[in-house]
């Protein structure tokens, strides 16, 4: 598609479960970027791919998240265990090449929230 | 490794005036910059970028941002400002030899009518 394409919208979890969330990069684009924007409006990059592998994953946390980009998929990011803190909007962002001068495309995010 | 920062959390204008967002910018290598405009409840939009060239870089919307090397700035202005500006603006960095990118804190602007 034209744009990124996240869902679901919004997600609401209660604490201790999974929470998985789902990202459709722009077609043609071979670079998929998560990051997690907390109440303070920071971004936090999370992870990225170059196809199905993982290109840069030094912003994941090392326990409960989890991603992967596969083949004919949406890409996708998991939460396992959830706590108060996960509550978040999750963007994903899609760009064509590795070229530092490419801009990232970015979704809608999905609203975690963590009760 | 990589970082900006955007030193003010609120900048508050008048219809019509000029606005500027400020940024400064810390990278080993030559950096990309970009700048970013969020709306609430959507993803960033994408502004404007500058990677090499004129200083003086011309974006979306009327908005256009100034490279100064020396001063590692990348500030962000508009020479009349509107209402429907208000929205959440976002720096952002990449190292020309790395692949992800850094954002600032974000600075909220509110165009006054």
């Known amino acids: 598609g034209e744009e990124v394409a996240q869902t679901p919208k919004h997600l609401v979890r209660g604490e201790g479960q999974k929470a998985k969330l789902y990202c459709a990069p722009i077609k043609g684009h071979s670079y998929v970027f998560w990051y997690q924007q907390v109440l303070k409006n920071e971004f936090k990059f999370l992870i990225s791919?170059?196809?199905?592998?993982?290109?840069?994953e030094t912003g994941m946390p090392k326990e409960r998240f989890s991603a992967k980009c596969l083949p004919n998929s949406p890409c996708s990011l998991e939460i396992q265990a959830t706590k108060l803190e996960d509550s978040a909007v999750y963007f994903c962002?899609?760009?064509?090449?590795?070229?530092?001068?490419?801009?990232?495309?970015f979704g809608d995010g999905t609203r975690l929230s963590i009760l | 490794a990589q970082s900006v920062a955007q030193p003010e959390d609120q900048v508050k204008v008048a219809e019509g005036n000029p606005l500027t967002v400020k940024c400064t910018y810390s990278v080993s290598g030559n950096p990309y910059l970009f700048w970013y405009v969020q709306y609430p409840n959507r993803g960033l939009q994408f502004l404007l970028k500058y990677i090499t060239g004129d200083n003086l870089v011309k974006g979306s919307y009327g908005f256009e941002a100034e490279f100064n090397k020396s001063q590692t700035s990348f500030h962000l202005k508009k020479p009349s400002a509107l209402v429907s500006d208000s929205a959440l603006y976002f720096c952002a960095v990449r190292d020309a030899d790395l692949n992800d990118m850094r954002f600032g804190a974000g600075t909220r602007l509110t165009v006054k009518p």
């Open positions: 791919f170059q196809n199905e592998n993982v290109f840069d």
């Open positions: 962002a899609s760009s064509q090449s590795t070229s530092g001068n490419q801009p990232q495309h």
